[in-house]
């Protein structure tokens, strides 16, 4: 479920995934490419302090205040689009409410 939502997203979304450090992502796929299998290996190994995070990248550099607006209200779109991610990681523990 979690990947048939996620192919619907628009282009440019990848997920990411970490074992702790956002900053240097272990894995990251297109959301387009983003299968059962993958979510099953990502899942298998996420533990403590991992993330698996939905992302959407600018260049901060050419990053205008409505830019940033925009790219807020993408992330929140998406997240309305793909449910089954968001339920996903509610029950893993990995968001809190």
Request: proline share 4%; charged share 20%.
């Amino acid at each position: 479920m979690v990947a048939t939502q996620a192919a619907l997203l628009a282009d440019g979304f990848e997920m990411a995934f970490d074992t702790g450090d956002v900053a240097r992502p272990t894995e990251v796929l297109a959301v387009k490419s983003v299968d059962a299998a993958w979510l099953g290996t990502i899942a298998s190994s996420a533990v403590g302090v991992s993330h698996l995070r939905l992302r959407l990248r600018m260049d901060p550099l050419t990053l205008a205040i409505q830019d940033a607006r925009e790219l807020v209200g993408a992330g929140r779109q998406a997240v309305e689009q793909c449910p089954a991610l968001w339920d996903m990681l509610s029950a893993s523990g990995h968001l809190a409410p």
